[in-house]
């Protein structure tokens, strides 16, 4: 079975903390991407990463930075978090033109 | 910019009460269209990848097709179980193609 894991389901940070959200997938997939998801706004990309140390941002990148230093790996990174940040936090990957196969989401909160 | 709008945003239906939901999407330059299913506090569930005008994918009582400008994901006499919240999305086939962009869902509700 395919799998992304995603290291914590639930995180209560305060603000100005930083925050590191890990993601894993086992499938040797070249891309990944980290989307967050509220409602109303639906699934937003922060960013994503097609090879190791590569990066592109996404629609919404302010307050977030990503690293890849592994192709099983990719961390987001809010450096100081705030409450407007509090949100679903999806990792995901690919092969280039597949299906994007998703983690269970990290739901974070920021008090 | 690219565009992809769900309707309904949300669905009541009863149990065997077939319906559609619609996917539409700005034309130009469609890789391919997406289909997931996404459970309350879960990561989206793939579902289907259309490429084509008129192509169709069937699993269960879901079939999805596409047409040149929206694409449709019929339920045949749902069941309870069927109740998620579908979305689709879209890849484009140049610029930056590595990424899907996602409509905002429709929350389908199938009532025993």
């Known amino acids: 079975d395919v799998k992304v894991t995603q290291s914590s389901r639930y995180l209560v940070k305060r603000t100005g903390e930083k925050v590191f959200l890990e993601c894993v997938q086992d499938m040797d997939h070249e891309n990944m991407f980290w989307y967050r998801q509220d409602p109303g706004l639906g699934l937003r990309l922060i960013y994503f990463?097609?090879?190791?140390?590569?990066?592109e941002k996404g629609d919404i990148p302010e307050g977030y930075s990503v690293s890849r230093e592994k192709k099983e790996r990719f961390s987001l990174i809010l450096e100081s978090a705030s409450t407007n940040q509090t949100s679903m936090y999806l990792c995901?990957?690919?092969?280039?033109?597949?299906?994007?196969?998703f983690g269970e989401g990290s739901r974070l909160t920021v008090l | 910019e690219d565009q992809v709008t769900q309707s309904p945003e949300a669905l009541r239906l009863q149990e065997g009460e077939s319906s559609s939901l619609n996917c539409s999407y700005t034309v130009s330059g469609l890789r391919g269209l997406f289909w997931y299913r996404q459970d309350p506090g879960k990561g989206p569930e793939f579902l289907f990848t259309?490429?084509?005008a008129g192509e169709e994918k069937e699993k269960e009582r879901l079939k999805a097709t596409l047409t040149k400008k929206e694409s449709f994901l019929h339920i045949t006499a749902p069941k309870p179980e069927d109740s998620a919240t579908y979305l689709c999305?879209?890849?484009?086939?140049?610029?930056?193609?590595?990424?899907?962009?996602f409509g905002k869902g429709t929350l389908l509700t199938v009532n025993p």
């Open positions: 990463s097609y090879d190791v140390k590569m990066k």
């Open positions: 999305a879209r890849e484009n086939s140049g610029g930056s193609n590595y990424k899907l962009t």
């Open positions: 259309l490429y084509s």
């Open positions: 995901a990957s690919r092969v280039l033109h597949r299906e994007l196969f």
